[in-house]
């Protein structure tokens, strides 16, 4: 079983910058991907950035040239998303992701969410 912690988040006034962190076990080639998902209220959760273990990310539309994903990893991975010039529309849960493929099957962990609040 893999547990991600997460770490950061928080209110901020629209402009302004916060970073979220998640803490993995392992280096990051145990898993295929990592990534950043966030849910706001009354939506699906979306991906929001995803980084392989080759180190090629993938950011949405909707937040490319604002937020940076990055790794640490000195044997344990931890994960980070920098995010600047926040919106309101950013604000929502934002969660830490893993998978492993396995054969046909992928496995999907998960963070347990952290609240970021922009404000107009």
């Known amino acids: 079983q893999v547990q991600l912690v997460q770490s950061g988040g928080g209110l901020m006034q629209a402009g302004g910058s916060l970073r979220v962190s998640c803490g993995a076990p392992g280096s990051i080639s145990t898993y295929d991907t990592m990534g950043w998902y966030r849910q706001a209220p009354g939506k699906q959760r979306e991906p929001v950035a995803v980084?392989?273990?080759?180190?090629?990310?993938?950011l949405a539309d909707s937040v490319k040239g604002r937020f940076t994903i990055s790794i640490d990893d000195n044997g344990n991975t931890v994960l980070h998303l920098q995010m600047n010039n926040l919106k309101p529309e950013d604000t929502a849960v934002y969660y830490c992701?893993?998978?492993?493929?396995?054969?046909?099957?992928?496995?999907?962990?998960w963070g347990q969410g952290t609240q970021v609040t922009v404000s107009s």
């Open positions: 980084i392989g273990s080759d180190g090629r990310t993938n």
């Open positions: 992701n893993a998978n492993v493929v396995r054969g046909n099957t992928r496995e999907d962990y």
